[in-house]
C-alpha cells in the first residue's frame, strides 16, 4: 500500500509505502477521517487496536484512511469501511475539506496530514477489523464533544480538533 506524500501547499509530490511513512519525521501526506452515524443519530467511536504504530488503544472517530494513487477520494473512504469496520456506507459527505493537523505521540511518531473529514451513514451491521479496532462504542454525538472536552488526552489528537468545527457535535 502506498501514500499520496504532498507537497506544503497540498499537491501531490508522488507516493511511498505506508510502512516506511509514519516516522519520528513523517512528511506530509495524505488521509481521510470519516464519522459514522447511525439511524438514531449516534456516532460511531472506536478505539485504535493496540498493534496500531499511531496511539495505539487512544479512543477516535469512526475511521481514518488513507487514499491510494489516482484512488478517487470516495472510494478510498468506502474501501477503507469495508476494511476497517465490515461495513457499507451510504449518505457520505465531505464535512471539513481542507482539515489539515500535525500531532506527535508518545512514542514520537508524527502524524503529518491533509485529511479530509467526511460523514456517512452505517448500512447494515458492524464486523470490525481486530487488527484496526480494539472496541468500538454509539454515543450521542454532544456526550462525545463533552467528553473531548473533559479528556482530551483520552482521544486522537485528530478527532479533539474536529469536533469544534463539526456542527454535528455542537450542542
Known sequence: ??????????????????????TTDTALHLAFSC??????????????ALSKITW???????????????????DAVRRHARHELGCDITDLAVALPDFRYRATDASGIVENEICPVHTALLVGDLTP????????????????????????????????????QLGIYNP
Open 1 to 22: 500500500m502506498h501514500v499520496v506524500m504532498l507537497s506544503e501547499d497540498g499537491q501531490p509530490i508522488g507516493t511511498q509505502e505506508k510502512t516506511l511513512v509514519h
Open 35 to 48: 464519522h459514522l452515524l447511525n439511524d438514531r443519530g449516534q456516532v460511531l467511536v472506536t478505539r485504535r
Open 56 to 74: 495505539p488503544g487512544v479512543w477516535t472517530n469512526s475511521f481514518c484512511g488513507h487514499p491510494q494513487p489516482g484512488e478517487d477520494p470516495l
Open 129 to 164: 477489523n481486530p487488527e484496526e479496532v480494539m472496541d468500538w462504542q454509539w454515543v450521542d454525538p454532544v456526550d462525545l464533544a463533552r467528553a473531548v472536552r473533559a479528556t482530551p488526552w483520552a482521544f486522537s489528537p485528530w478527532l479533539v480538533e474536529q469536533l469544534p
